[in-house]
């Protein structure tokens, strides 16, 4: 990867904040006294899991998906979350984009497959941060609450891995796939999350609208 494509990871842009002063006083705060980027990393992903409460459907106002926005409201869905935690991480200049992949949710309930109609969750996005000299994809998605209350594993932090949600549950059922790798990207934009669900859940911007 070139320097100039490295340096776009650490960039303030729309939505990834990085420069706005609520997300440089809350990354600050939260890393207090943390002296490496892997210490500054796990106080982060664990405020993103339990401290911004997972949402299950996601917004279609352009305004809940800045990052200062979500920091506010505290709750959101995978990908609220993963452009929270790479603006926090930019802050710190900790170079982080996000990854997004098309994962089977095995255990997703009646509820959420009336809605979406498939338990296939198209653009599942990630937080994926340059540690130690590698890339680590860290899913915070599902807040410890929500996994307590839904025989789902916690999904904890591990120095120097992928932090992803486990193929099963507590009881041994079927629960995450992760699919199709649409990579790492440095950026994303309202356009093309909303293009995203338009393709793959078209009935859902109907009810939006």
Known sequence: MSSDRFDKFLMSTTLIEAD????????????????????????????????????????????????ASILQHKRGYCTQKAILFCSLA????????????????????????????????????????????????????????LCERNDLKIVDFKNNEDCLMHPETKSGARHIEYMKDHGLTDDVSFAEIYGWFRKAYPHLIDLEN
């Open 20 to 67: 706005h002063p609520l997300i440089r006083d809350t990354s600050a705060m939260l890393t207090k006294g943390a002296v490496t980027d892997i210490a500054r990393a796990e106080r982060l992903f664990y405020f993103i899991r339990d401290e911004i409460t997972y949402q299950f459907l996601p917004t279609f106002d352009e305004r809940h998906l800045h990052a």
């Open 90 to 145: 930019r802050s710190l200049n900790i170079a982080a984009g996000i990854t997004f992949y098309d994962i089977i949710d095995h255990s997703l309930p009646v509820k959420g497959l009336s809605i979406l109609k498939t338990n296939i969750l198209y653009y599942h996005g990630i937080a994926t941060l340059r540690l130690n000299g590698r890339w680590l994809r860290l899913d915070a998605t599902l807040d410890k609450r």
